[in-house]
């Protein structure tokens, strides 16, 4: 893993929300090209590190790299731009806009190469589900059909980095499935970078090339899916 080109590098990443440290010097690498995974149980600093990589959280110390770039004090729109997609925890849909309309909302920070029309077939291709409910008010999906919707909306500008943060969390199986096939997908065909925050462990290594495990802001444990001790990993996700 370590001798492929870094998109992404954390390095010595110190994040807190007031007097309350959250992440201690925290160094990862997502190689282009490739999944990366960060697992731990609730609580140990995921989502905040994701934030942080957003640029919705500014560090105390450390740094943030994409493509040789220091963007540490970017503004999150302008790693929109640059070519980050972020689905959050708990999807984020746009309750009272149509499926249609979400999907557009997700081509603000496109960089015009690809005309709306096609990027949106591409997702209806991608999605068919989406497709046949293009018209319905996204607050009316299931809980399954708003993830493909949060996913379709950070894909449909083709990011170069995409940041999923708990996709399988509250979903069902079958749509799960649906997602794993989609992601491996991206990856064997290297459309896109990912980092992945995940406790479903089977979907974890299913689909990553290298893992880091957190406890208490820090990382403690990382190799490649097939090199790590799968029980140790269990008793760090496990609640």
């Given at each position: 893993?370590?001798?492929?080109e870094?998109?992404?590098t ?6 807190g929300y007031?007097?309350s ?23 140990v600093?995921?989502t ?11 560090p ?6 994409f ?26 849909v ?14 603000e920070?496109a960089?015009?190469?690809?005309s ?6 591409r997702?209806y291709?991608?999605?068919p ?13 299931s ?13 449909v ?13 509250g ?14 997908r991206l990856r ?9 925050v995940e406790?479903f462990?089977d ?19 990382e190799g490649?899916?097939?090199?790590l ?11």
């Amino acid at each position: 893993m370590r001798y492929q080109e870094s998109l992404l590098t954390i390095r010595n990443l110190t994040v807190g929300y007031g007097q309350s440290m959250v992440l201690n010097d925290v160094a990862l690498d997502v190689p282009e090209g490739q999944v990366v995974c960060l697992m731990g149980r609730n609580g140990v600093g995921k989502t905040t590190l994701m934030k942080a990589i957003m640029g919705q959280l500014n560090p105390r110390a450390g740094q943030v790299m994409f493509a040789q770039s220091d963007m540490t004090r970017w503004p999150s729109h302008r790693r929109a731009r640059a070519g980050f997609g972020y689905v959050p925890q708990g999807r984020h849909v746009f309750p009272y806009l149509s499926v249609h309309d979400n999907l557009l909302m997700g081509l603000e920070a496109a960089d015009g190469t690809e005309s709306r029309s096609a990027a949106l077939d591409r997702m209806y291709e991608l999605f068919p589900a989406l497709k046949t409910y293009q018209r319905k008010v996204a607050g009316t999906l299931s809980g399954g059909q708003q993830q493909q919707l949060a996913l379709a909306r950070a894909l449909v500008r083709r990011p170069s980095l995409l940041l999923l943060d708990e996709p399988t969390e509250g979903i069902q199986p079958s749509i799960v499935q649906e997602i794993q096939e989609l992601l491996q997908r991206l990856r064997d065909q290297q459309e896109t970078t990912i980092l992945l925050v995940e406790q479903f462990l089977d979907f974890a290594l299913g689909l990553a090339d290298y893992c880091y495990v957190m406890e208490k802001g820090s990382i403690v444990l990382e190799g490649t899916a097939r090199d790590l001790d799968q029980n140790l990993v269990r008793e760090y996700v496990s609640v």
